[in-house]
């Protein structure tokens, strides 16, 4: 410290105006330093904005709307079984604190997702939900809604909604692994087929979240 003190003494003695005041390099400043990265973080965005972009933001093909509006159902009862299991504690039951948190953050995350899947398809032009009794037909396999891998049925919900305590733990982890599987395989198949870049990284961005999330339910509930 005190040798840095006296390089800085001997290389801004000459511009000292008071005595007593040291004045620092202009590239030692820690304003000056701050207005540059100001001045760095503005002109990259001024570019992004003006530079054209390579892609269309619209750019789309039935991959891509058939595994938004499908996953936008796979995400809801995802949502709705993560409730469920939270408001059991509301009667009293005790629940696991890192399940109940792994339930929160699927509301919260997949909350979010169906609220960016839904604009994307007011942004292609496209129905915001599949209002057929298929699903992945986008996948070249359609299927009855009721058999979309990893959607619970209503028995498997109503068990859901009954259980207590340690069997409510092990009902929801069970349910939810087989849900994330369910979301993986049609994620990864738009990831090799989907046309639009955002469609591509949000599919990329659920496998990776559903993935982690599915080796934490195991740990907790020896699936």
Same mark, same amino acid.
């Given at each position: 410290?005190?040798?840095?003190?006296?390089?800085?003494?001997?290389?801004?003695?000459?511009?000292?105006?008071?005595?007593?005041?040291?004045?620092?390099?202009?590239?030692?400043?820690?304003?000056?330093?701050?207005?540059?990265?100001?001045?760095?973080?503005?002109?990259?965005?001024?570019?992004?904005?003006?530079?054209?972009?390579?892609?269309?933001?619209?750019?789309?093909?039935?991959? /891509?709307?058939? $595994?938004?509006?499908? &996953?936008?159902? #796979? !995400? =809801?009862?995802? +949502?709705? @079984?993560?409730?469920?299991?939270?408001?059991?504690?509301?009667?009293?039951?005790?629940?696991?604190?890192?399940?109940?948190?792994?339930?929160?953050?699927?509301?919260?995350?997949?909350?979010?997702?169906?609220?960016?899947?839904?604009?994307?398809?007011?942004?292609?032009?496209?129905?915001?939900?599949?209002?057929?009794?298929?699903?992945?037909?986008?996948?070249?396999?359609?299927?009855?809604?009721?058999?979309?891998?990893?959607?619970?049925?209503?028995?498997?919900?109503?068990?859901?909604?009954?259980?207590?305590?340690?069997?409510? /733990?092990?009902? $929801?982890?069970?349910? &939810?692994?087989? #849900? !994330? =599987?369910?979301? +993986?395989? @049609?994620?990864?198949?738009?990831?090799?087929?989907?046309?639009?870049?955002?469609?591509?990284?949000?599919?990329?961005?659920?496998?990776?979240?559903?993935?982690?999330?599915?080796?934490?339910?195991?740990?907790?509930?020896?699936?």
């Amino acid at each position: 410290m005190q040798r840095y003190y006296r390089v800085c003494m001997s290389e801004s003695r000459s511009d000292d105006t008071d005595e007593g005041t040291i004045a620092l390099p202009w590239w030692r400043s820690p304003l000056n330093m701050s207005l540059v990265a100001l001045l760095l973080v503005l002109t990259g965005f001024v570019l992004g904005t003006v530079v054209p972009r390579g892609d269309d933001p619209t750019v789309h093909n039935d991959v /891509d709307t058939g $595994f938004l509006q499908d &996953m936008r159902i #796979h !995400h =809801e009862q995802a +949502i709705a @079984m993560s409730i469920v299991y939270r408001s059991i504690a509301s009667t009293g039951s005790k629940l696991d604190p890192l399940l109940s948190t792994i339930a929160l953050e699927i509301t919260m995350d997949q909350g979010m997702e169906t609220g960016r899947m839904v604009q994307l398809l007011r942004l292609f032009g496209e129905a915001e939900t599949n209002e057929s009794s298929q699903v992945m037909g986008w996948m070249g396999h359609a299927t009855d809604l009721a058999k979309m891998p990893g959607l619970a049925t209503d028995e498997e919900l109503t068990e859901l909604h009954n259980a207590r305590g340690k069997e409510a /733990d092990l009902v $929801f982890g069970r349910l &939810m692994i087989a #849900h !994330h =599987e369910g979301g +993986i395989h @049609m994620a990864e198949y738009a990831l090799d087929n989907a046309k639009n870049p955002e469609v591509r990284a949000l599919a990329k961005a659920m496998i990776k979240a559903q993935t982690g999330e599915i080796a934490e339910l195991r740990k907790l509930t020896g699936e």
